[in-house]
């Protein structure tokens, strides 16, 4: 079953009333089916013309819907022999950061990524996708497993933010996640980044310093959540849509801005409504990007990965 967002009840209701006319129509002798297919394109028409005109904070949500692939769905769909390797050598395993082998069309890589979990027990196992100290080591560490082995690094980006615990803070959140950023940019080996769907904060950043950095249509990237943003300037979270629009979150935006090279098409209304689809598209844009960067050496990379940054909104 789809869940509907606020924005989609127009939908919501037609295909109810298409789906009652399917059931209805079961054993009986009446030919339904031309108004059948005027009510499917009426609703794929409606729903193209609604994410069409997506608002921020529309976007934001469409970002956070539960039926959105996660870092297992593109594994599942895309990459190919996944080989999990857990631990940082230092304290534990941190299931909100998942990372190891994998291949993708045949060509070996190091994959990274946060896991929200898509059900009460798994979000909550892997914490939301809240990635705390111990899983930003973990990523340091495969990250130097790229450059021994010289594979390149491709990292699927969906976090609300690291996680703000007091715990975390104990074991060196804010230095966990300046180390990630420093081993991002210091790779000796192709990276590509992809904002799957929520980018938040440095949390995010910490797995996205490449030199190519991706997003899907309709995700969200951010210094801090609309509400959040919200809360210290309104003193109210329900300003949230505003903080959205002003603080031009969406890929559509970004990308105008530099701060990403490319805008990955979901299908239309959204990941969620075809899984497979998108995660396809992701794959293909990762793997054409990894062909342009083939190639090129260490020293190459470290430019291209400064100067990125250096330039972005100059």
């Known amino acids: 079953m ?11 209701e037609l295909e109810a009333r298409i789906a009652e006319l399917r059931t209805a129509a079961e054993g009986d002798d009446v030919d339904i089916s031309n108004e059948l ?20 904070w529309q976007k934001t949500q469409v970002a ?30 941190d299931e909100a950061i998942m990372g190891g082998f994998a291949r993708l069309n045949g060509r070996k890589l190091i994959l990274i990524g946060h896991e929200k979990g898509n059900d009460t027990a798994s979000r909550i196992r892997h914490n939301f996708g809240m990635g705390k100290p111990e899983g930003y080591r973990k990523a340091i560490r495969l990250m130097d497993l790229a450059g021994r ?23 060196g959140q804010a230095e966990a996640i300046a180390r990630s950023t420093e081993a991002c940019l210091a790779l000796p080996v192709p990276m590509v980044a992809a904002i799957v769907g929520e980018g938040g904060s440095g949390g995010a950043v910490a797995l996205a310093s490449a030199e190519r950095v991706l997003m899907m249509e309709h995700a969200v990237y951010s210094v801090i959540s609309p509400e959040g943003c ?23 935006d970004l990308k105008r801005l530099g701060v990403i090279d490319r805008i990955v098409a979901e299908p239309a209304g959204g990941a ?35 100067e990125r940054f250096l330039t972005i909104a100059g």
Not at 40 to 50: P, Q
Not at 149 to 171: C, I, K, M, Q
């Open 2 to 12: 789809i869940s509907y967002l606020e924005f989609e009840k127009p939908v919501a």
């Open 64 to 93: 956070r819907h539960p039926s959105r692939p996660h870092f297992r769905d593109y594994i599942a769909h895309v990459f190919d022999e996944f080989v999990p390797l857990g631990g940082d050598r230092t304290y534990g395993e």
């Open 37 to 56: 297919r005027r009510l499917e394109l009426k609703s794929a028409n409606l729903l193209a013309s609604t994410y069409e005109a997506l608002s921020p």
């Open 149 to 171: 082995y010289n594979l390149p690094v491709v990292t699927l980006v969906d976090t609300s933010g690291a996680f703000p615990g007091v715990e975390a803070e104990e074991r």
């Open 272 to 306: 969620h409504r075809d899984p497979r689809a998108a995660a396809n598209a992701l794959g293909d844009a990762i793997d054409e990007e990894l062909d342009a960067l083939s190639g090129k050496s260490a020293d190459e990379l470290r430019r291209v990965r400064e």
């Open 230 to 252: 919200a809360s210290i300037l309104w003193r109210t979270a329900e300003k949230a849509p505003e903080a959205a629009e002003a603080m031009k979150v969406t890929a559509q």
